[in-house]
């Protein structure tokens, strides 16, 4: 396994590996890896001929400080991890080597269609314009044939096909299962803030929209949007931001089960900020 901190000895290795005309898997992600991100490696490991990953925790994605100081970092745990799954190349750049100091200054403007007005993009202004501009540079460092983004963040998977289409990427952008603990929990580098007791109540969430899903038989969205939102705020030490129920490609609120449906959430569980998402019927 190779790793690269600079632009330069990466941009030469990826047209080496092209020259070879050998196919290449990328999973950018921001470290503290866990079984979700493992997933995401096999399936690349297993479609294609190389697998490049990077580690690098964006600063420009982060609309709150404390949130971006107290994100998880152990490289050495994730590169021992990157090694035992069968990883080829590594990226972990510094912040520096990532971006210029007028990249900083200035807001990195994208035409989201309105896929940002939404869950996330309304609650982290500007968190998505921070992930299509180091996502874009890591496409264009690594230029993949394809790329692994996870489910859980349905929301950044929805904006990331739209920047390749307007950016004409050609990457094939591959989405991948939602990975869970066995109690149900989403896997997320943000589980490791959680103290035991946080742990416990974190739970819910799942349990709460696999519960949701029994009740759209008799219930209309608004009516199990209201249910999940008031069960997960009953329990102490949980506070629902946002959960909506929304076109599984639009992302726009739907009114009627006959569309199809996904249910995304985000819970404060003490401190830390969790998400989730079900699926409550396929697009058709
Ligand atoms: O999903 C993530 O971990 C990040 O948003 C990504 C795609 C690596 C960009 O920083």
Redesign the pocket.
């Known amino acids: 396994m190779k790793v690269f901190s600079t632009k330069k000895e990466l941009q030469k290795e990826m047209e080496q590996i092209r020259k070879e005309g050998k196919t290449v898997g990328f999973v950018?992600?921001?470290g503290a890896l866990h079984e979700g991100h493992l997933s995401l490696i096999n399936r690349s490991v297993a479609e294609n001929d190389v697998t490049a990953v990077s580690i690098?925790v964006?600063p420009t994605?982060f609309n709150n400080r404390s949130d971006l100081e107290k994100y998880p970092r152990d490289l050495q745990r994730d590169l021992l991890l990157l090694e035992k799954n069968g990883c080829d190349i590594v990226f972990s750049p510094s912040v520096d080597e990532m971006y210029d100091k007028n990249e900083f200054e200035s807001v990195f403007e994208f035409d989201f269609g309105g896929l940002d007005q939404v869950m996330e993009g309304k609650f982290r202004p500007g968190h998505f314009n921070g992930?299509v501009q180091?996502?874009s540079k890591l496409f264009n460092l690594v230029q993949p044939t394809k790329a692994y983004?996870g489910e859980k963040?349905f929301q950044?998977l929805a904006i990331i096909r739209r920047m390749v289409n307007l950016m004409n990427f050609d990457i094939e952008i591959v989405g991948c299962p939602i990975v869970r603990e066995k109690d149900g929990l989403a896997m997320s580098s943000r589980n490791l803030r959680l103290n035991a007791e946080e742990r416990q109540k974190a739970v819910e969430i799942s349990k709460t929209l696999f519960e949701s899903k029994k009740l759209i038989s008799n219930f209309s969205p608004e009516q199990v949007q209201n249910w999940v939102i008031a069960r997960l705020n009953s329990f102490s030490g949980l506070e629902v931001e946002y959960f909506e129920i929304v076109h599984q490609t639009t992302l726009q609120p739907i009114h009627s089960w006959s569309e199809p449906a996904i249910g995304c959430i985000a819970v404060f569980c003490g401190e830390v900020r969790l998400i989730d998402n079900i699926k409550y019927n396929d697009v058709q």
């Open positions: 950018p992600t921001m690098f964006n994605q992930v180091v996502v983004f963040d950044q």
